[in-house]
């Protein structure tokens, strides 16, 4: 099996960091733009999407800030995740959501463009279009 490659995204948000944690951190506001549906019990988040669900162990939170989940598919010893956190620029006061993720380097592109459309929808959501 290849290395997966790690790579990271940047989405500059209009929107205050306080309710865009709600949105990246929060089954219910995952639910309105990141899956159709997101149950969580505890650390375990279920992403459920048309036909399919995935599982997700939330690894860490910071309050305000980040959260970093893995799938469970890929809990096979590796160090894959997927962490959204919230940047805020010290002098503009424009607030970013960093995206980190790994992807296989034959699927890159299409993993980029995913997150593009999912932060798409967020920022619809945010009326931050």
């Known amino acids: 099996m290849s290395e997966k490659i790690k790579y990271e995204l940047e989405f500059v948000i209009q929107s205050s960091p306080q309710l865009l944690y709600q949105y990246?951190?929060?089954?219910?506001?995952?639910?309105?733009?990141f899956s159709d549906n997101v149950n969580s019990r505890g650390e375990l988040f279920t992403f459920i999407?048309?036909?399919s669900e995935e599982e997700a162990k939330l690894l860490s939170k910071k309050s305000g800030e980040r959260i970093k989940f893995r799938w469970i598919d890929d809990d096979d010893g590796t160090d894959?995740?997927?962490?959204m956190r919230i940047q805020v620029d010290e002098i503009?006061?424009?607030?970013?959501?960093?995206?980190?993720?790994?992807?296989?380097?034959?699927?890159?592109?299409?993993?980029?463009?995913?997150w593009e459309n999912m932060i798409s929808n967020l920022k619809h959501v945010l009326g931050s279009a």
């Open 24 to 33: 990246i951190s929060t089954p219910s506001g995952l639910s309105e733009w």
């Open 49 to 51: 999407w048309d036909d």
């Open 80 to 83: 894959y995740f997927f962490e």
């Open 92 to 114: 503009t006061k424009d607030v970013s959501l960093m995206v980190t993720d790994f992807s296989d380097d034959d699927e890159m592109e299409e993993s980029k463009m995913l």
